[in-house]
């Protein structure tokens, strides 16, 4: 630890805090992170832009049923929280009246940032309130922004297979880069370094779900020097374990996203109505300064970078933070117990859950935490025998709330669980029963709201980057949707059960053929498969679980691709947007479907599965897993 104390500077437009490692500056009072002092570098922060374009917090609100504004939040008033030798915490607040502009959200906003002694970095969190009474909104993102100069950082880092020099961001301007049909994504056409040439870029091939999402950043190479974000918490994150979001990208930029729509849609925009108070603390999150000495390999930036994330978690919740609103070790519960797995078409005994995803999250129902967007969330995974303990959990009222790889469906448990400061709450053993009617005839895919197990493709040559060649997450390629007309030039995609293979056979997406310019047409895809006899005593059970859907409409057709109206339909679903954004899934969503035994023929059968939507090369739906279950049995039928 230094032994230098951590010093503040009160300056008339600026604040100054140094701790001897390194010295941050904010403007006063708007809270603008204007320069960050290190390792010899004079400024990290992008000294091209204007101060106010540098590092700051900034949300999209509107009023219902509107557009969003982008709004920086701008401090009106400076306050210092703490200072000592050991640690400076000040504050940047905002408040709202009627009186206010009427382009700032109408929340009171308090922007906090604090530096400790000896440490190699700033904490930044924002306190976030609405009163009763104040108008409606909506709110579908809340970030912190820091813009890095682009002469000093080149290399970005995500995760240990996401990492690589990065283009310049006047390589994504014309004539250097052409834009692509999806705004974002830009095809180097000319860049400064040659190596980049006929690459694409863009910033949705880095995002990542929430719960990987707790280290990324920029590498500068002279001299060796990290500027990382580290997330120890999802506690404030919307959404739960898997939803996606934003890392960094080309400018360089590196975020930390606390509330976004992205590959959700509005589901994951909160609405605030007039009577409706609010109040929610997002952060703190940990930038982490690194450097190695000249000639080290810039590899161990990324390394250290890592061992600090491990500190930072197991540091979590922070004892430093001057913060009634932000609650201590001690003010918070914990829940413990076990999760077993009852379906006896599979087996006799209990199914013991390894890694399954179990969760605190606001009263609802069975799968509402993936589209809760106010409160706070909870998440842990089982070890092999189904155990979890769930900690730190902030006071207030939850359910308990699972899913289980491997199974359809979503686990809630009955009561409402009342977390108390200090509380200790052992549930024992839960049992879920994953929906279930009859046997397993068939079934493609696996059931893990994920569509990476089916066929993606490789991407036009045209439009490649090349992190993503030979890689695992190969769907992250720009245009991939644009290939499925090419292999399914005159006839959609025809799947036999027992001959196709879904992995090879299976394409990642169903989404519209491009027919004419700027004309597109559904597509009907076929399952067959072969009946010995139909059984006279019941129905059957087909069971679609999707990964994804965007402006969708899925109707099935049992042996009848004319009948209407359709068999089933589910109604527009989903606007995730993650085909176009190259995400492998959104939001779930399960359908079960009764299959009448009339519908059925002894021989050869074919469910129709067709995507009615079709105005745009981006709607589509992304299956997670099929399976057709026989009536029911009452010995049960294990596969």
């Known amino acids: 630890m230094s032994p230098l104390g951590v010093k503040l500077q009160i300056q008339d437009k600026h604040v100054v805090i140094d701790n001897g490692i390194f010295q941050l500056t904010l403007s006063k009072p708007d809270g603008i992170v204007t320069s960050i002092q290190y390792n010899g570098i004079d400024n990290l922060m992008e000294v091209i832009n204007e101060e106010p374009n540098r590092g700051y917090w900034d949300v999209v609100w509107g009023p219902p049923n509107q557009l969003g504004t982008f709004d920086v939040v701008k401090g009106t008033k400076f306050e210092i929280i703490a200072e000592d030798d050991d640690q400076v915490e000040v504050s940047f607040t905002r408040t709202w009246s009627p009186n206010s502009d009427s382009s700032i959200v109408p929340l009171n906003i308090d922007k906090r940032f604090i530096v400790l002694r000896g440490c190699s970095g700033f904490y930044s969190y924002g306190i976030f309130e609405r009163l009763s009474g104040w108008p409606p909104f909506y709110l579908p993102q809340v970030r912190i922004v820091f813009k890095l100069r682009k002469d000093k950082f080149h290399y970005m880092a995500v995760t240990d297979t996401r990492q690589r020099p990065m283009p310049l961001p006047d390589d994504r301007l014309p004539p250097r880069g052409q834009p692509l049909a999806y705004p974002e994504a830009v095809l180097l056409v000319d860049p400064v370094e040659p190596d980049f040439k006929g690459e694409v870029d863009d910033k949705y091939q880095y995002s990542i779900e929430n719960e990987h999402n707790g280290l990324h950043g920029w590498i500068c190479s002279d001299p060796p020097t990290g500027f990382w974000h580290i997330s120890p918490s999802n506690e404030f994150r919307t959404g739960g374990p898997t939803k996606q979001d934003l890392t960094s990208h080309v400018l360089p930029v590196t975020l930390a996203m606390f509330m976004s729509s992205h590959y959700t849609g509005d589901d994951l925009a909160p609405i605030f109505e007039t009577e409706e108070s609010w109040k929610k603390v997002f952060g703190p999150v940990f930038i982490y300064l690194n450097s190695t000495y000249p000639g080290e390999e810039p590899s161990l930036l990324w390394d250290d970078a890592k061992i600090q994330t491990e500190i930072e978690v197991q540091s979590w919740p ?12 001690d003010q918070r519960g914990s829940v413990s117990g076990r999760l077993l797995v009852k379906d006896r078409y599979l087996s006799d005994d209990y199914i013991l859950p390894d890694s ?26 089982t070890d092999s025998d189904g155990y979890f303990s769930i900690n730190d959990i902030r006071t207030g009222d939850y359910n308990l709330y699972a899913w289980v790889p491997g199974f359809v469906g979503d686990y809630k448990y009955d009561a409402t669980l009342t977390i108390t400061p200090g509380c200790y709450i052992e549930l024992g053993d839960l049992v879920y029963e994953p929906p279930r009617d009859g046997p397993t005839l068939w079934e493609i895919g696996f059931p893990d709201r994920s569509a990476a197990e089916f066929f993606v493709p490789d991407p036009n040559p045209q ?5 993503y060649i030979n890689h695992p997450d190969k769907f992250r390629q720009y245009g991939l949707w644009e290939r499925y007309a090419e292999l399914y030039p005159d006839n959609d995609l025809v799947y036999t059960v027992g001959t196709s293979d879904y992995r090879t056979d299976w394409f990642y997406a169903q989404v519209t053929r491009k027919k004419d310019k700027n004309v597109y047409q559904s597509t009907t895809w076929q399952i067959k498969f072969q009946l010995e006899s139909v059984n006279k005593e019941g129905n059957y059970t087909l069971r679609v679980a999707i990964a994804s859907a965007t402006y969708s409409e899925l109707q099935v057709r049992i042996n009848d691709p004319k009948v209407s109206p359709p068999h089933f339909t589910s109604g527009q679903i989903g606007r995730d947007n993650s085909i176009a954004r190259h995400g492998i899934h959104g939001l779930y969503w399960l359908f079960n479907i009764e299959v009448q035994r009339s519908w059925l023929v002894e021989g050869e059968n074919i469910i129709f599965l067709t995507q009615a939507r079709s105005t745009s090369p981006y709607y589509g739906i992304m299956y997670d897993y099929i399976r057709l279950e026989g009536p029911p049995s009452d010995s049960g039928s294990k596969n």
């Open 356 to 381: 399954a995803y179990v969760g605190m999250a606001a009263p609802g129902d069975a799968g509402s935490w993936q589209r809760e967007c106010k409160g706070y969330q909870f998440w842990t995974r």
């Open 463 to 467: 439009y490649t980057n090349k992190l």
């Open 318 to 329: 922070y004892a430093f933070p001057v913060c009634d609103d932000f609650p201590s070790f």
